[in-house]
C-alpha cells in the first residue's frame, strides 16, 4: 500500500468520513503501524481537526 493511499484514508477517517471503498482500514492500520511518517501525518491531521472544531465553537 501506497503511503499517499493511506493518507486518503486516513484524511477521511479524521474527518469522520468513509475512506476510499478499495482501501481496507485493516491494510491502512497496517501501515500505520509499519510507517511512522503516515503516522505523524495522521496525528497532525487529527490535531488540525481538533483545532479547526475549536475555532467553529467559538464562531
Ligand atoms: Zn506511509
Known amino acids: 500500500m501506497r503511503c499517499a493511499d493511506v493518507r486518503i484514508a486516513v484524511s477521511a477517517r479524521v474527518d469522520g468520513e468513509a ?14 503501524r509499519e510507517c511512522g511518517e ?20 467559538e464562531g
Open 19 to 32: 475512506g476510499p471503498p478499495a482501501v481496507a482500514d485493516a491494510a491502512v492500520d497496517a501501515h500505520l
Open 38 to 57: 503516515c503516522r505523524r501525518w495522521g496525528e497532525r491531521a487529527r490535531e488540525l481537526r481538533r483545532l479547526a472544531a475549536a475555532l467553529d465553537e
